[in-house]
């Protein structure tokens, strides 16, 4: 079955550094993977989708990568806040799935001042 | 607009008790989906509908059960809660042809 590895350690790092968020798969790359942002108590919120056939797309402050030859998306967050301290899952997409997702267990981020 | 809306937004059942979470979208979404999500688990689906009338079953199924009577509505039921089954529950909501999924704020349930 299709698994997904995240970080499980949290990542800490100052603020104004970059952090870097990995996310690796097994068996079949999917035909897109997302990001999405968790803050505690509250529902995940959409960030970024990446197709298979890109290997990289930018939002504001955000970069993702996806290599389907290692099996892995790399989310980047440029000039790090505090208010991007969030847990951060990705989640794998096929076509023909009636939009089902499968997501990795997140890595938490931690951004100090 | 509201979005993805969840109720209850806690719960706590004894074991055997049985209770319905209710979903509600007001974006016309098609997709609808009930997650389950414990520590170090991450997200794992539980059941899905493409469309009202339908359901299909996600990774972990077995002790629930959900209609989808109106489109803007999916509902998930406990028949029998156990103790397994204390987790924080999510629904989503998408549309077909756009792969971002809209998440409602969560109900936490404690089976005891």
């Known amino acids: 079955s299709q698994k997904i590895e995240q970080n499980s350690e949290a990542l800490n790092i100052q603020e104004g550094k970059t952090a870097t968020l990995t996310c690796n798969y097994t068996n079949y790359s999917p035909a897109y993977l997302q990001w999405y942002r968790q803050d505690p108590g509250r529902g995940p919120v959409f960030l970024l989708l990446?197709?298979?056939?890109?290997k990289e797309k930018r939002k504001e402050r955000l970069k993702v990568t996806f290599d389907t030859t290692l099996k892995q998306s790399l989310f980047h967050i440029t000039a790090s806040q505090p208010a991007d301290s969030a847990t951060y899952l990705c989640a794998l997409d096929w076509h023909n799935q009636g939009g089902k997702l499968i997501f990795g267990q997140g890595t938490e981020l931690s951004v100090k001042p | 607009n509201a979005g993805v809306t969840q109720t209850p937004k806690f719960r706590v059942l004894k074991t055997g008790q049985s209770m319905t979470l209710l979903c509600a979208q007001d974006?016309?979404?098609?997709?609808m989906y009930w997650y389950r999500q414990d520590p170090g688990m991450g997200l794992r689906l539980i059941h899905y509908?493409?469309?009202?009338?339908?359901?299909a079953k996600g990774e972990v199924p077995d002790g629930y059960n959900v209609s989808r009577l109106k489109k803007q509505n999916f509902l998930l039921g406990l028949e029998s809660a156990a103790p397994s089954q204390t987790s924080v529950y999510f629904c989503?909501?998408?549309?077909?042809?756009?792969?971002?999924?809209?998440f409602g704020p969560g109900t936490r349930l404690t089976v005891l």
């Open positions: 509908s493409v469309g009202e009338g339908t359901t």
């Open positions: 989503a909501s998408s549309s077909r042809g756009n792969n971002e999924q809209f």
């Open positions: 974006m016309n979404h098609e997709y």
């Open positions: 990446i197709r298979e056939n890109e």
